[in-house]
C-alpha cells in the first residue's frame, strides 16, 4: 500500500503531466491555425500560450535537474524560481492580450 505522501506525489505529478498536456495540445491548435490562416494574431496567440502553460513547466524541470549541482539552491528554488515563473506568465499574458488587441496585426483570431 502506498503511502500518504507517495499517493498525492503522484497526484500532483499526474495532474502537471495533463496540464502540460493539454497546453501542449492548444498550443499545436493555435498554430495550425496560424499556418492555415497565415494570420499574425494566432501566431501571436500560439507563443503568448506557449509562455503561459509550457515555459514555466520547461523552467521548473529545468531547475529540478540543475539544482542538485548548484550549491545552496535553495535560495534559488525559493525566491528566483518563482520570480522567473511569474515573468514567463506576465510575458506569455502580454503577448494573448497583444494578439487580441493590437490593430497592427491584420486577420482575426
Partial sequence: MLGRE???YLVLLASTLLAL??????????YRGYRRNDSTRMLYLAVGLGFVTIA???????FALL???????TGLRVS?????RRLL???????????LYSPRL????
Fill in 89 to 99: 506568465e506576465i510575458t506569455g499574458l502580454g503577448l494573448i492580450l497583444y494578439s
Fill in 56 to 62: 514555466p513547466f520547461g523552467l521548473s524541470l529545468g
Fill in 80 to 84: 528566483v524560481l518563482p520570480l522567473l
Fill in 21 to 30: 498536456a493539454l497546453g501542449l495540445t492548444i498550443v499545436f491548435q493555435a
Fill in 67 to 73: 539544482t542538485p549541482f548548484v550549491p545552496n539552491a
Fill in 6 to 8: 507517495t499517493t498525492l
Fill in 106 to 109: 491584420g486577420g482575426s483570431v
